[in-house]
């Protein structure tokens, strides 16, 4: 077997009282791929780095083969003044790689898109991150060690970066919660659990399986613990001799086996994400029709959505993607009616009730308290679908301690970050669910949790994600933003828009011929059908009176709500209650079939006016 390029013999690693990992052993053999799995806050982040050498550990060893080059992805780009984008990435060359410098720094630049000459406090997040993976790469390391790679990077680039790894000849060790990016590069997982690494000799592809095998064991071994817990605690109902030193020794004991199985037990909690579906929306959620929006910047127009139009109904479960900067924010801010168009239309549903979680995570103040952001208005508890909890209870099911609930925003992970922002806004009641880039820095069974509470969801979905096995999960349909105003829809996942993008691409060239050649001539005699230009006389004027209709039955709907509302009603008068709820489930079916019938008159007026 081939010398391990890196080793840790029981490396062990804690803050505090807090200890993150212990006895963990490892070796980094040449071409390995490895998948370093664990929730947020459970350290992997930290063991990367100790394995990378960025830290130490507090105990045991680390041993690096001689002249291997080993690579990490920083974070964080060091913030000095006049540093260049060409030579931060330039540093990351090994002395005696001159010659080659000018080419490597030139090509990773054209392939992340970025301007050498620009100085690196100026960019973005995501400009940051292809700069730190240009400079991880740039050296050619025998070893690469990558902490979320794919934050803040756009499809295109992440499909690029999985190329360049599957062509790379490094050892990588990858943390990461992108389940298609592991997928694709891994072969074999690390675990962190509790401060325990398990290993399984397989990719990511297999973790599920192999996972839910180790809990069930675990479940075994815990049930035969609570069997042995039973006979101790039935000895020592009959009493202790503390003379006697066996007894000692098995009350001893009986104290380490209730220690131990709290140990085992504390980590089986999740994240429990709830959402609350409000009242329901009309049956159309956002109607666009040809919109149009430009920008000007530096004298230039830049066009972001030229033309578009989209119908998004009821239950719909939307996903936008698109290259960083192609004008998905701009897109979804449209729809919601957060911004004007220069020309078309938005027009909104009735009843909508909107919850957007945005990825700046900008409704979090840093200075307040976790307590602070869940209750703003003081006292100790937060509503949760109509009923008080109290706060540090919801903090705890969102996996946060009881310590935390005093602790200001700021001082908070990314993925801690972002399941705060969850729990404050999943529990209010809505109808549509706006989620912009919800994935960014959650562990993967908060997004397992996430995806199971938006398939029970009855509301209307909205998803910007560059996450392809999210979306995969979790929609019916994608707007791909392309860039310069090009906007088009598809049908199904991302798996589902990739398979119809190629079909497209290897039509095109025949569609170009054909319809150069232009359409065949009508056989002689034949007659054109005669086509419609509108709606018959009769359905124009249902089509035009229906919104009059709509109207004055959510107005009934309405009063009869409130007359049911009242908590004295059934005692006073029970057969007007039953009345009352007879009249407005009949409302609602009335109000459905409505909205239904025209819908159909809508689609069927596009459809004669564009034909």
Not at 498 to 515: D, I, L, N, V
């Amino acid at each position: 077997m081939a010398t391990a390029l890196m080793t840790l013999r029981e490396a062990r690693l804690g803050f505090g009282e807090k200890e993150l990992f212990r006895g963990v052993s490892l070796a980094v053999q040449p071409g390995d791929r490895i998948a370093l799995l664990g929730r947020n806050g459970s350290g992997k982040s930290t063991l990367l780095k100790v394995m990378a050498g960025r830290i130490e550990a507090d105990g045991g060893d680390r041993f690096i083969k001689p002249g291997a080059r080993a690579a990490y992805l920083a974070q964080d780009l060091p913030r000095v003044p006049g540093l260049t984008v060409a030579g931060y990435i330039a540093e990351g060359l090994e002395e005696g790689d001159v010659a080659a410098d000018d080419y490597r720094v030139r090509r990773l630049l054209d392939a992340v898109s970025l301007d050498g000459g620009t100085e690196l406090l100026t960019l973005s997040g995501g400009e940051s991150r292809r700069a730190a993976i240009a400079r991880a790469l740039i050296g050619e390391p025998d070893l690469l060690f990558l902490d979320e790679p794919t934050n803040h990077l756009d499809l295109p680039t992440i499909e690029w970066l999985e190329g360049e790894l599957a062509r790379s000849r490094a050892a990588t060790v990858i943390v990461s919660h992108d389940r298609a990016f592991l997928a694709r590069l891994t072969r074999r997982t690390y675990w962190l659990e509790d401060g325990t690494l398990r290993v399984n000799e397989a990719g990511f592809n297999t973790f599920e399986a192999w996972s839910e095998k180790l809990r069930e064991e675990e479940a075994q071994s815990l049930a035969r613990l609570a069997k042995e817990i039973e006979v101790e605690e039935r000895w020592l109902a009959r009493g202790v001799t503390a003379r006697r030193r066996r007894n000692q020794g098995r009350l001893r004991r009986l104290h380490d086996l209730r220690r131990e199985r709290q140990e085992r037990t504390r980590s089986d909690k999740a994240a429990a994400l709830d959402l609350e579906t409000g009242k329901a929306s009309g049956a159309l959620v956002i109607e666009a029709t040809d919109l149009v929006k430009r920008f000007k910047r530096d004298g230039e127009t830049t066009t972001i959505v030229d033309g578009f139009s989209t119908r998004i109904m009821r239950g719909d479960r939307v996903g936008v993607i698109g290259p960083n900067g192609a004008g998905k924010t701009t897109l979804l801010r449209l729809l919601l009616g957060e911004i004007a168009p220069d020309s078309g239309t938005v027009r909104h549903g009735t009843r909508l009730e909107i919850v957007h979680i945005d990825q700046r995570r900008d409704q979090l103040d840093p200075e307040a308290t976790l307590w602070e952001s869940l209750a703003p208005g003081g006292g100790d508890s937060v509503m949760v679908h109509g009923r008080p909890i109290h706060v540090v209870a919801y903090l705890k099911q969102f996996l946060f301690q009881e310590a935390q609930a005093r602790s200001p925003v700021r001082s908070l992970s990314g993925g801690e970050k972002n399941r705060l922002l969850l729990a404050i806004l999943l529990a209010r009641p809505c109808n549509l669910l706006v989620l912009d880039e919800p994935t960014n820095d959650l562990d993967l069974e908060t997004l397992e949790l996430l995806e199971e509470q938006l398939a029970d969801f009855d509301g209307t979905v909205l998803i910007v994600s560059h996450d392809r096995a999210f979306l995969d999960r979790t929609v019916s349909s994608l707007i791909a933003v392309e860039g310069e105003g090009e906007i088009a829809e598809y049908v199904g996942g991302y798996e589902d828009y990739q398979r119809e993008r190629s079909r497209t691409a290897r039509r095109e060239p025949a569609g170009r011929k054909a319809a150069a050649a232009g359409s065949p001539p009508a056989e002689k005699g034949q007659k054109a059908p005669a086509r419609r230009s509108g709606l018959s006389y009769k359905d124009k004027r249902e089509y035009e009176g229906l919104p009059a209709r709509i109207a004055a039955l959510e107005a009934e709907i309405a009063r009869q709500e409130k007359a049911l509302a009242d908590p004295t009603l059934y005692g006073r008068d029970p057969d007007r209650f039953h009345k009352l709820a007879g009249a407005l489930d009949a409302a609602r079916a009335e109000l459905a079939a409505a909205e239904e019938r025209w819908l159909e008159l809508e689609i069927l007026k596009d459809e004669l006016q564009g034909s």
